[in-house]
């Protein structure tokens, strides 16, 4: 098997707070490990503030990690230096969440595109000009758009700038960030789908971030659940749906509206509050809000461990069952 | 119709473009604008028209009121005073503008530095900042003026070297904030250097601060020039300024019998110093970011 074109070892991240005096220390990750391979879509499910974005950033250096590896085809990103990092920028891009605030209100959406090209000094004027419009297209926007500003598109239209603007430089790896989550529900479908086509068209490798299960199973083929800064559980897309056997992953399939009746009263809604991130619980982070918690939970970090090939899981407990 | 077709039209322009149009449709700012450039235009070509020169000594008239010949009258070594007052307000404005662009350099630069050297180099040079700012501007200036002499780059330097510091707290905070805007991190993304990041995105969005800032801190300049030349530290005699033509009010001959000598700068001196704040104020309204939500 062909090594996996990103592979993230022990990524770790705390927020300490600027300035004199040290206010608590935000352990917003611990010790993530997990792999891309080529070619495939990874989900990263969370509630809000478990993670993910935080994720999404360390692997392209956007912030720097506290510990860990980020191996991007076969070269820690990690210890490059800035000089060699720029160069390998233009291998992985980011898709925001934000379809307003991801693009700069004076510049047109030409120079929008444009500017990776213009930043990694690739190709002349003219070239860049056509590279840009040909991403345009990609993303079904008319040619005229070129010279308008942001501020005369919609949110859809925006999110599709965003795209095409990390299409440009056509990069190896994609991390989309929530890419729907601000859109409306009915543009959301349009959005998931162009970039369904486009990952597998262009053959791109995607970390696809979103809270939404919902979302997350129609486009990846792998998903790993994120709480509190750890992994929970990863599997392949199928059998997570069919088969989770992390607590949070249960509780988190069961708030999904179900079509099918009997389903409807198994459903299990998560109690209270996730705790915060500067005071994390000991032991097993969910246990404060999983029902299957016992003492044990407390005391021990649950370990990841494989239930079955490719699927892996954090908790103590074999002997629950849905 | 007209009413879509300049909504589509507005639409279609950059947020700068905007900005000044809207500008155009503040009639108080228009009038400091056309006032602006009245004494701009007259200062510049006064050569042309006005055949006395500023230095040029007429022995047949000292003091002497306005006349046919001497439109605003003469002063005590018989001078022209519309010709002193037209190369004073070259030598005026000229001080102010350039010091004006030389601390809107520095101040950019400086916030520049502060908000994106990282937390260290932020720390430092802040401290830096409130120290120039924490001094008595009025002792600042004397010491400073002091220390350079008289002149024309003398008192350029020392009025720029007054009056970088709140624009660079201004760039600062504006900087840091923007560091943090999506677009910008996707430029860091796709591989932005300092230069990129500060020339791109940066300059762009100070764009509004910096036109606000220069267009009131021109009348502010204008009157430390005036200022220091009264005190005798700016621009010396004979080179005119208005300033300096103002010291001779300091003589209560002068004051009480001459008024045409001290009048006409200090008048010319108002007029742009308010012309200069209507323009400015309308600026800021042009570029206030509530004006674009609607
Ligand atoms: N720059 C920062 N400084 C301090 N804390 C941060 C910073 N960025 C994120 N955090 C914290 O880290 C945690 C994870 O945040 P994030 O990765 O944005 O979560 P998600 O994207 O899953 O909503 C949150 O508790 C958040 O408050
Ligand atoms: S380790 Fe314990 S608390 Fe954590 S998920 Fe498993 S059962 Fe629940
Ligand atoms: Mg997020």
């Known amino acids: 098997m062909r090594e996996p074109l990103l592979s993230v070892r022990g990524l770790t991240k705390h927020f300490t707070s600027s300035g004199f005096s040290h206010g608590p220390v935000v352990r917003a990750l611990d010790d993530i490990s997990f792999e891309v391979p080529r070619g495939k879509v990874v989900g990263l499910v969370g509630e809000s503030g478990s993670g993910k974005t935080t994720i999404g950033r360390s692997v392209l250096r956007l912030i720097e990690p506290t510990a860990g590896q980020i191996v991007f085809d076969g070269v820690d990103l990690t210890k490059l230096s800035a000089s060699e990092m720029r160069r390998q920028r233009r291998r992985l891009q980011y898709i925001f969440q934000d379809p307003f605030g991801s693009l700069s209100p004076r510049m047109t959406i030409g120079q929008i595109l444009m500017e990776g090209l213009d930043i990694q000094r690739i190709g002349s004027r003219a070239e860049r000009g056509a590279r840009a419009k040909k991403a345009l297209q990609e993303v079904d926007l008319p040619a005229d758009a070129f010279v308008r500003y942001p501020h005369e598109f919609s949110g859809g239209q925006r999110q599709r700038i965003g795209i095409a603007r990390a299409l440009v430089l056509e990069p190896e790896l994609i991390v989309a960030d929530e890419p729907v989550s601000a859109l409306d529900v009915s543009i959301q479908a349009q959005i998931v789908n162009l970039l369904r086509s486009l990952q597998s068209r262009l053959g791109l490798t995607m970390l696809f971030i979103s809270h939404d299960l919902a979302v997350v199973e129609y486009i990846c083929d792998t998903v790993i659940v994120l709480y509190l800064g750890r992994i929970m559980e990863i599997a392949p897309s199928e059998v997570l749906y069919s088969d989770p056997r992390h607590p949070y992953t249960r509780a988190l399939l069961s708030a999904i509206p179900s079509p099918e009746i009997g389903k409807a009263s198994a459903r299990q809604i998560l109690k209270g509050d996730i705790p915060s991130p500067a005071n994390p619980p000991s032991g097993c982070v969910f246990r404060t809000r999983c029902p299957h918690a016992i003492d044990q939970c407390a005391k021990t970090v649950p370990p990841l461990e494989e239930v079955a090939p490719g699927h892996v899981k954090a908790c103590i407990r074999h002997d629950i069952s849905g | ?294």
């Open chain 2, 1 to 294: 119709m007209s009413v879509a077709g300049s909504i589509s039209s507005s639409a279609r322009k950059g947020p700068i473009a905007r900005a000044l149009e809207r500008f155009t449709i503040n009639r108080i700012a228009l009038v400091g604008l056309v006032i602006l450039l009245c004494i701009v235009t007259a200062v510049l070509t006064y050569p042309l028209w006005w055949s006395y020169t500023p230095n040029q000594i007429d022995l047949r008239a000292l003091n002497k009121g306005p006349s046919s010949a001497h439109w605003f009258g003469t002063d005590g070594v018989g001078r022209d005073v519309l010709a002193r007052l037209m190369q004073g307000g070259r030598v005026s404005l000229l001080v102010a503008v350039t010091s004006v662009a030389i601390s809107t350099v520095i101040g950019f630069l400086i916030g520049a530095l502060s908000s994106f050297g990282g937390r260290v180099v932020d720390g430092a040079v802040m401290r830096f900042v409130d120290l120039a700012m924490t001094l008595p501007p009025v002792i600042f200036l004397l010491v400073l003026a002091s220390i350079a002499g008289t002149g024309i780059l003398p008192t350029i330097l020392v009025i720029s070297l007054l009056s970088w510091p709140v624009l660079s707290r201004m760039v600062r905070a504006r900087l840091l904030e923007l560091r943090e805007r999506d677009f910008v991190v996707a430029a860091r993304g796709m591989g932005a250097g300092l230069g990129h990041l500060l020339f791109r995105h940066g300059l762009p969005n100070c764009i509004d601060i910096l036109v606000v800032y220069a267009t009131l801190q021109i009348a502010n300049a204008i009157l430390l020039e005036a200022g220091l030349s009264f005190l005798g530290l700016g621009i010396a005699p004979p080179e005119a300024s208005w300033g300096n033509m103002l010291n001779a009010a300091r003589s209560t001959v002068v004051l009480e019998q001459y008024v045409w000598q001290w009048m006409f700068p200090g008048a010319a001196l108002v007029l742009t110093v308010l012309a200069i704040n209507f323009v400015g104020d309308g600026l800021r309204d042009a570029f206030d970011p509530r004006s674009d939500l609607h």
